[in-house]
């Protein structure tokens, strides 16, 4: 079952943006690490982007920095994703994920995963 629940997705022109919102089916902690993972159909899950809710530490893969920002409300429990100047390659299902080892995390096996909110980027 989905312990996370996405929102956000969409179809959008390249060049445009979408902002992706994640939120715990119960409730996390100040030590999880949470973030964004994607998979395209015939390619393997990669890790988009994270955070350590417990301090400053974000993380980006190449092909999205400077693009995608990762940010959290701890208050409202929400993790974002906001993505400009989209491209057709960003085109995946994204997943909202965590876990309370790094190792784990952004070695791409989460314990907690969402469902998946859809993003299509055409050129």
């Known amino acids: 079952q989905a312990q996370l629940v996405e929102s956000g997705g969409g179809s959008v022109q390249a060049g445009e943006s979408l902002t992706l919102s994640c939120v715990p089916s119960?409730?996390?902690?100040?030590?999880?690490?949470m973030g964004w993972f994607r998979q395209a159909p015939g390619k393997e899950r990669e890790g988009v982007a994270g955070?350590?809710?417990?301090?400053?530490?974000?993380l980006y893969a190449d092909s999205v920095k400077g693009r995608f920002t990762i940010s959290r409300d701890n208050a409202k429990n929400t993790v974002y994703l906001q993505m400009n100047s989209l491209k057709p390659e960003d085109s995946a299902m994204y997943y909202c994920?965590?876990?309370?080892?790094?190792?784990?995390?952004?070695?791409?096996?989460?314990?907690?995963w969402g469902q998946g909110t859809q993003v299509t980027v055409s050129s």
């Open positions: 119960t409730y996390t902690y100040s030590n999880l690490y």
């Open positions: 955070c350590y809710l417990g301090g400053s530490t974000t």
């Open positions: 994920a965590a876990d309370w080892l790094y190792e784990s995390f952004w070695g791409g096996r989460p314990d907690y």
